[in-house]
């Protein structure tokens, strides 16, 4: 660029400058570009705030129904075990943490059933052709 050029450009800032309508219309500009990025920021903000509440309720969802999965499975299995208890067949140290151990409800539900008829405690996995803990 040259010389005259800048010195163009300069007067022609000069004549807009001392405008009074290109002047307020140049502060309105301004006044217009900073609302926008206080907006944008607030906006942003706000989603985000709102991202770590849904997080937070999902995340707590999530707990509630892993909390009660667990608590389900440990009721049916100590409920195993005390059907065990009540006919007065001897649980084997072993077999009662394998059972307190099992978390599939399912095979919790058909040893609770055979505990109820089975001879020995042992049998408990033999008639459904599972070990207790060994799908849980």
Not at 30 to 49: H, I, N, S
Not at 50 to 71: F, Q, S, V
Not at 107 to 120: G, H, M
Request: proline share 2%; charged share 30%; with cysteine.
């Amino acid at each position: 660029m040259s010389e005259p050029t800048i010195g163009k450009a300069h007067s022609l800032l000069e004549r807009l400058s001392a405008d009074p309508v290109s002047r307020q219309l140049a502060e309105m500009r301004e006044k217009a570009a900073v609302c926008y990025q206080l907006d944008l920021a607030a906006a942003r903000q706000e989603g985000r705030a709102e991202g770590e509440a849904e997080g937070e309720a999902r995340g707590a969802a999530r707990g509630r129904a892993e909390g009660e999965a667990e608590g389900e499975a440990r009721g049916r299995a100590e409920a195993a075990i005390a059907v065990l208890a009540a006919r007065r067949l001897d649980v084997r140290e072993s077999l009662r943490a394998q059972i307190l151990s099992c978390r599939d409800t399912a095979a919790l539900d058909r040893w609770l059933a055979r505990a109820a008829t089975c001879a020995a405690a042992d049998e408990l996995g033999d008639a459904v052709g599972d070990k207790p803990g060994a799908a849980g």
